[in-house]
């Protein structure tokens, strides 16, 4: 009997360890809308190569042993159903307080940690070639309508605090073709987005503004139920991010401009 039961005992043992040290399952969202060279591709398309931001988190993933879920859907569900707990986070998304009431952000000091950030991108102003829109740095000149922006984008709240009027549309092509019907004055969006949609629609007429309207850093946020459930890999994740990003993101990034 006293064999049988320590017979039990070490099989348990060995069950107990095989499931924690079975992988994790991480499931993260984000944009269908591509941003090269961070993503590529479109809703649904599977690519060998997709994007630096995927790839960087790909490497932070395995790093912890955790399988990696991805989905890519419209930039205005990826935070409502990463809110709603469909998603246990999205990337890349800049910080805002507003958000802080159902996602995490890598904190310190009460301030989001910018050295664990993913990136560090710039907005900036399109505008139809000699429309008289122009940004100096502090203001900007020559509006006749409204700022267009993405739905639910972090630069549409910026302008509104400046006095700005913002009209908003789901994504980049819409944005473009309003601005080339003259239904709004100008389109603030990354540089990153608007220069690949240019290059992909053959916005002739459009330019961009030289100087950046703001450089805000880019996160893996996660939703609060899950942070709270698995605080120390989120935090062991985040602190991965760093490190990669540092030895890892600039190759990744060197590699998407050569192709």
């Known amino acids: ?13 060995v069950w107990a360890g095989a499931a924690s040290a079975a992988p994790c399952e991480l499931r993260l969202a984000y944009n269908s809308e591509p941003a090269p060279p ?8 599977a690519r060998q190569h997709p994007g ?14 955790c399988l990696l879920r991805l989905s890519r859907v419209p930039n205005v569900r990826v935070l409502m159903e990463t809110q709603a707990g469909r998603h246990d986070g ?10 802080t009431l159902t996602l995490a952000y890598p904190m310190r000091d009460g301030q989001p940690d ?4 993913i990136t560090r991108l710039s907005y900036y102003l399109y505008r139809l070639k000699h ?26 709240k910026d302008l509104r605090e400046q006095g700005i009027a913002v009209e908003e549309a789901l994504n980049t092509q819409q944005n473009f073709d309003k601005l080339r019907h003259g239904r709004i004055a100008a389109y603030a969006t990354q540089d990153l987005s608007g220069d690949a949609a240019l290059r992909r629609y053959g916005y002739s007429e459009v330019e961009r503004l030289a100087l950046p309207l703001s450089s805000k850093d880019y996160f893996l946020v996660f939703n ?24 890892a993101l600039p190759g990744l990034l060197q590699r998407y401009e050569d192709d």
């Open 1 to 13: 009997m006293l064999r049988r039961c320590m017979a039990m005992i070490v099989s348990l043992a």
């Open 38 to 45: 961070y993503l590529l591709g479109d809703e649904g398309a």
């Open 52 to 65: 630096a931001a995927v790839e960087l988190l790909q490497k932070v993933a395995a790093q912890h042993g």
């Open 90 to 99: 999205a990337f890349m998304y800049s910080y805002s307080t507003a958000r």
């Open 114 to 117: 910018a050295t664990r950030r």
């Open 131 to 156: 429309a008289p829109v122009d940004w100096d740095g502090q203001t900007i000149q020559g509006l006749q309508g409204p700022v267009g922006v993405n739905f639910g984008w972090s630069i549409g």
């Open 224 to 247: 609060l139920r899950f942070y709270h459930a698995h605080r120390e890999l989120a935090e062991r994740i985040w602190t991965s991010m760093a490190s990669l990003r540092d030895s």
